[in-house]
């Protein structure tokens, strides 16, 4: 088998092996349930709320403000589901964007079906949604507007700042879908001002299975879920304190080396385009290059069928991905390509690359010959 | 089989694995004679429901359960649309036009053996194996021609008959030397997943659904008389397309005397002809004409004897075929036959070689010469 080149970071990442060691500690020393009054309760609750304060001190929030829960998607669902329903008083009307993750649209459809009007704003071809657009589409009965920092499959930063600032003077709540930004972006919740905030552990070179949605005090959240008071009553169910655990670790590196990372893999993106055009690969970057997230870059090859290019890669040992796999392991043309450059053709042919921990200009120098092999011989 | 110049180790087969045991074998065979083997599923209709429940989900879990115990990679590929605007268009216009349409044939010209195929080579592979019954055999000469499957109850030669020689160059058909029970025996001895599952039946995207419902939602159904060569008015059918000709169940025609079939369709009054007796003379015919001929070794341009099947599963009839340049050819029939039907394939045999086929435009009757 050909070596392992692994450009799929935005997917998941391997686990640092000091997270491995804190989640394999945690396992081993302080398997209490944290809601047990005894001393293996209290170890693991200390556990607990010490991976609390460390994830809250990362985007400057309180402690008593962060909910664990089983991931991303979990996080999202909570924050817009568990809003919505919590404040279908004030009003029905919930903004979003076309270019969400689907753990962020398939709940707003969800919640659509339930009665709530839901606005997806387009997106011009830099990626990005425009606060003007924002600023029209909103509503008197606006409850809820919900952007994601970062998008997964581009990489393009969206203005969440500003669009926060305009929301602040409303009578609407702002979340933002951070997952792809955490760990690279220095996220501030005061700076940023949203209320509330979803963050996945396993982009992070985490485990899976754990993540965070950051609620601004004041901000009511109905649980999506029964049973027990765990997480101030936001959300049921025994904590996963291992997870939780490898969660913080894994923060904590990320926090001390996040400008050397950020550096490294911008070097790594521009190394990685400029060694396509020297391979004559004819492509074109989705999204403005110089608004993406630093590990993500999504490029559109004209002619090229993705469904045999993945493959031809994985061959040769090289994983990246393209949309989004749908029923029965096939591919699904991506929506955010879709949305930026309408029409099928250019989602059919556009693929992602995500660079992280342990790529090398190597890695990318190989990559891109093989690009350009597979492109000639087609 | 067909045969390049490589050792096994060094010939890459992409195996169309649709979750089914015959693939699942197919896949495990070649593995065995030390070919570097990968599964590709298509996937080719969307019959998610409200449950979320999806039969290619399903398929697809089986694949990935066979693969693993093989240890070979395994993908998907989409081909909804292609299967959509190719066949599933012309499953539809078919009906509409009043013939019954034979999409397996279909599919395997455009989607297979084509979109498929394609998709393979362009995954390096050397060939592309499926596990249809038929074989594949090249002379000295270099020619390739395809055999029926050893398995008489099983060949799907019928359904191949559109190949073409590049196409079956590039294809292996493991099965084609073996029968069903020989290939349920090495499933069982290999423990594959799949050593148990039952056969799919029936059109692949209709399943195990009803037929009637499943047509109506594509097709609204046009309500008539059944009426006999008489003119004689018997009954009122659902919509013609859900007739097939010599059909006797559903007809609901009570009475005395022998039991009422399907004669044939008029589609300008709407109106099912039926008759009386399973051999009624208005179900006959002694000659046909068809469409969109294709050879798929030997060219034939002058009128020639050979066997030919006019349905799946018949057995083969003699036949004298008048080809003509424009692709259409005159079959002449040594016997009357029954119930052939527009639509369906004619395909002709020489001796075990399937020589290729047709599309039954009609039948003729030679006295009155009958359009059906």
């Known amino acids: ?90 009003g029905k009307h919930i903004i979003t964007s076309a270019v969400e993750h689907h753990a962020v649209l398939h709940p707003l459809e969800k919640l659509q079906q339930e009665g709530f009007d839901v606005t997806f704003l387009p997106v011009d071809q830099t990626g990005a949604v425009s606060l003007d657009q924002l600023k029209a589409a909103f509503r008197e009965d606006t409850i809820l507007v919900s952007i994601m920092h970062s998008n997964n499959e581009t990489g393009v930063l969206q203005p969440v700042e500003d669009i926060a600032a305009f929301v602040k003077n409303t009578r609407a709540a702002m979340h933002t879908d951070a997952v792809q930004s955490y760990g690279l972006s220095n996220l501030d919740v005061e700076k940023l001002g949203v209320d509330m905030l979803s963050v996945s552990a396993h982009k992070i070179n985490g485990p899976k299975g754990t993540g965070f949605l950051y609620i601004r005090r004041g901000t009511l959240v109905d649980p999506l879920h029964a049973g027990g008071e765990q997480e101030r009553r936001k959300r049921a169910g025994t904590e996963n304190v291992p997870g939780a655990a490898g969660f913080a670790k894994a923060a904590e590196e990320k926090t001390l080396s996040r400008e050397q990372a950020a550096a490294d893999l911008s070097a790594l993106k521009k190394h990685f385009l400029s060694r396509l055009e020297e391979e004559a690969v004819s492509f074109a970057v989705n999204g403005e290059v110089s608004r993406t997230q630093p590990h993500i870059v999504n490029i559109y090859l004209p002619g090229v069928q993705m469904e045999s290019f993945l493959v031809q890669l994985d061959m040769e040992g090289i994983y990246a991905s393209s949309g989004s796999a749908c029923t029965a392991g096939s591919m699904q043309p991506s929506h955010v390509i879709e949305a930026m450059y309408p029409g099928e053709e250019r989602a059919y042919s556009s693929i992602r690359f995500s660079f992280g921990i342990g790529n090398t200009l190597e890695e990318i120098d190989k990559t891109a010959a093989v690009i350009g092999k597979i492109i000639k011989r087609s | 089989m067909a045969v390049k110049q490589k050792a096994p180790e060094d010939t890459r087969v992409v195996v169309g694995m649709s979750g089914g045991v015959d693939s699942s074998v197919t896949a495990a065979l070649l593995k065995d004679q030390g070919y570097e083997v990968i599964g590709i599923f298509m996937k080719n209709w969307d019959d998610t429901d409200g449950s979320g429940f999806c039969t290619a989900t399903e398929d697809f879990d089986d694949v990935v359960k066979v693969c693993n115990q093989l240890d070979i990679p395994y993908y998907a590929v989409n081909f909804e649309k292609k299967y959509w605007d190719l066949v599933f268009t012309y499953f539809l216009d078919e009906y509409r036009a009043g013939r019954t349409p034979n999409p397996d044939v279909m599919c395997n010209k455009e989607i297979k053996f084509q979109a498929f195929l394609q998709h393979a080579l362009s995954l390096g592979a050397d060939y592309l194996a499926t596990g249809h019954y038929a074989q594949v055999e090249t002379d000295s000469d270099g020619n390739v021609t395809m055999k029926r499957g050893v398995d008489n109850n099983k060949d799907q030669t019928y359904f191949l008959n559109q190949l073409s020689q590049s196409q079956i160059e590039q294809v292996m058909f493991p099965l084609g030397g073996m029968n069903k029970q020989k290939v349920r025996e090495i499933a069982e001895e290999k423990g594959l997943a799949t050593a148990k599952k039952k056969d799919s039946t029936g059109i692949c995207f209709i399943g195990e659904r009803n037929f009637k419902d499943f047509l109506q939602s594509f097709l609204p159904a046009q309500p008539g008389s059944m009426v006999t060569v008489d003119g004689e008015v018997k009954g009122s059918h659902e919509g013609l397309m859900y007739y097939t000709l010599g059909q006797r169940q559903g007809l609901g025609i009570g009475g005395a005397g022998e039991p009422w079939f399907v004669i044939r369709k008029d589609l300008e009054n709407n109106n099912l002809i039926v008759g009386q007796g399973y051999h009624n003379d208005g179900l006959y015919s002694d000659e046909l004409e068809a469409s969109g001929l294709n050879w798929i070794n030997k060219e034939y341009t002058e009128p020639f004897d050979c066997t030919a099947k006019f349905r799946y599963r018949q057995a083969d009839q003699a036949v004298t075929v008048y080809p003509s340049a424009d692709g259409s050819a005159r079959v002449v029939f040594h016997e009357p036959q029954r119930a052939v039907t527009p639509g369906q394939s004619v395909v002709f045999y020489d001796g075990d070689i399937c020589l290729g086929g047709a599309t039954i435009e009609y039948a003729v009757k030679k006295e009155e010469s009958v359009e059906v």
């Open chain 1, 1 to 90: 088998m050909a070596s392992a080149i692994y450009l799929d970071h935005a997917a998941t990442t391997p686990m640092l092996p000091e997270v491995i060691e804190t989640i394999t500690k945690s396992m081993q020393d302080s398997y209490g349930n944290a809601s047990s009054i005894h001393r293996m309760g209290r170890d693991a609750r200390k556990q607990l709320d010490k991976a609390r304060s460390m994830l809250a001190e990362t985007i400057r929030a309180d402690a008593r403000d962060i909910v664990f829960t089983s991931g991303g998607t979990e996080a999202n669902n909570l924050a817009l589901t568990g809003y919505a329903r919590a404040n279908k008083e004030n």
